[in-house]
Nanobody
Framework: QVQFVESGGGLVQPGDSLKLSCVAS????????MAWYREVPGKQRESVAI???????SLADSVKGRFTISRDNAKNTVWLQMHSLKPEDTAVYYC?????????WGQGTQVTVSS
Protein backbone atom coordinates (compact mmCIF):
# COMPACT_ATOMS: atom_id res chain seq x y z
CA GLN A 1 0.00 0.00 0.00
CA VAL A 2 1.39 3.34 -1.08
CA GLN A 3 1.46 5.86 1.73
CA PHE A 4 2.94 9.31 2.25
CA VAL A 5 2.93 10.85 5.71
CA GLU A 6 3.69 14.55 5.94
CA SER A 7 4.63 16.40 9.12
CA GLY A 8 6.30 19.53 10.39
CA GLY A 9 3.74 22.18 9.60
CA GLY A 10 2.60 24.83 12.01
CA LEU A 11 1.78 28.46 12.67
CA VAL A 12 4.72 30.78 12.13
CA GLN A 13 5.35 34.47 11.61
CA PRO A 14 6.48 36.06 8.36
CA GLY A 15 10.20 35.59 7.91
CA ASP A 16 10.33 32.40 9.96
CA SER A 17 11.53 29.00 8.81
CA LEU A 18 9.98 25.53 8.85
CA LYS A 19 11.14 22.12 7.73
CA LEU A 20 8.55 19.68 6.46
CA SER A 21 9.13 15.93 6.37
CA CYS A 22 7.51 13.24 4.31
CA VAL A 23 7.98 9.54 4.92
CA ALA A 24 7.01 7.19 2.10
CA SER A 25 6.11 3.54 2.32
CA UNK A 26 4.99 0.89 -0.12
CA UNK A 27 7.06 2.26 -3.00
CA UNK A 28 10.50 1.79 -4.51
CA UNK A 29 11.46 5.14 -3.10
CA UNK A 30 14.95 5.44 -4.52
CA UNK A 31 13.56 5.13 -8.04
CA UNK A 32 10.72 7.61 -7.53
CA UNK A 33 10.64 11.22 -8.63
CA MET A 34 9.07 13.10 -5.74
CA ALA A 35 7.56 16.52 -5.19
CA TRP A 36 6.07 18.80 -2.61
CA TYR A 37 2.73 20.32 -3.51
CA ARG A 38 0.56 22.88 -1.79
CA GLU A 39 -3.09 23.68 -1.87
CA VAL A 40 -4.99 26.79 -0.89
CA PRO A 41 -8.80 26.66 -0.68
CA GLY A 42 -10.29 27.84 -3.94
CA LYS A 43 -7.08 27.38 -5.89
CA GLN A 44 -5.60 24.52 -7.82
CA ARG A 45 -3.03 22.39 -6.08
CA GLU A 46 0.45 23.32 -7.32
CA SER A 47 3.86 21.71 -7.18
CA VAL A 48 6.43 23.87 -5.44
CA ALA A 49 9.49 21.62 -5.41
CA ILE A 50 10.56 18.55 -7.32
CA UNK A 51 13.39 16.14 -6.70
CA UNK A 52 14.16 13.47 -9.23
CA UNK A 53 15.51 10.03 -8.35
CA UNK A 54 18.82 11.35 -9.67
CA UNK A 55 18.79 14.10 -7.07
CA UNK A 56 18.19 16.88 -9.56
CA UNK A 57 15.84 19.49 -8.10
CA SER A 58 13.63 22.23 -9.42
CA LEU A 59 11.62 24.87 -7.63
CA ALA A 60 8.64 26.99 -8.53
CA ASP A 61 9.50 30.61 -9.19
CA SER A 62 7.46 31.67 -6.16
CA VAL A 63 9.76 29.77 -3.78
CA LYS A 64 13.14 29.95 -5.48
CA GLY A 65 15.82 31.18 -3.14
CA ARG A 66 13.67 30.42 -0.10
CA PHE A 67 12.80 26.71 -0.25
CA THR A 68 15.03 23.68 -0.62
CA ILE A 69 13.98 20.09 -1.32
CA SER A 70 16.11 17.13 -0.33
CA ARG A 71 15.80 13.39 0.13
CA ASP A 72 17.34 10.46 1.93
CA ASN A 73 16.68 7.21 0.10
CA ALA A 74 17.85 5.14 3.07
CA LYS A 75 15.08 6.72 5.15
CA ASN A 76 12.42 6.90 2.43
CA THR A 77 12.12 10.56 3.36
CA VAL A 78 11.78 13.84 1.50
CA TRP A 79 12.18 17.20 3.23
CA LEU A 80 11.13 20.71 2.32
CA GLN A 81 13.17 23.37 4.08
CA MET A 82 11.36 26.68 3.97
CA HIS A 83 12.95 30.00 4.86
CA SER A 84 11.71 33.59 4.75
CA LEU A 85 8.13 32.42 4.87
CA LYS A 86 5.45 34.76 3.57
CA PRO A 87 1.71 34.89 4.24
CA GLU A 88 1.14 33.68 0.68
CA ASP A 89 2.94 30.46 1.57
CA THR A 90 0.00 29.56 3.79
CA ALA A 91 -1.40 26.27 2.50
CA VAL A 92 -1.72 22.57 3.12
CA TYR A 93 1.49 20.93 1.94
CA TYR A 94 1.58 17.44 0.48
CA CYS A 95 4.27 15.21 -0.88
CA UNK A 96 4.02 12.36 -3.33
CA UNK A 97 5.14 11.17 -6.72
CA UNK A 98 5.99 13.53 -9.51
CA UNK A 99 3.92 13.66 -11.60
CA UNK A 100 1.22 13.18 -9.02
CA UNK A 101 -1.13 10.22 -8.94
CA UNK A 102 -4.75 10.73 -7.96
CA UNK A 103 -4.88 7.84 -5.51
CA UNK A 104 -1.69 8.74 -3.64
CA TRP A 105 -2.50 11.93 -1.74
CA GLY A 106 -1.82 11.84 1.98
CA GLN A 107 -3.32 14.01 4.71
CA GLY A 108 -0.89 16.85 4.21
CA THR A 109 0.45 19.25 6.80
CA GLN A 110 -0.90 22.75 7.37
CA VAL A 111 1.46 25.69 7.17
CA THR A 112 0.09 29.03 8.31
CA VAL A 113 2.18 32.17 8.04
CA SER A 114 0.63 35.03 9.94
CA SER A 115 1.62 37.84 12.23
Amino acid sequence: QVQFVESGGGLVQPGDSLKLSCVASGIAFSYADMAWYREVPGKQRESVAIIKSSGITSLADSVKGRFTISRDNAKNTVWLQMHSLKPEDTAVYYCQFYPSRTSSWGQGTQVTVSS
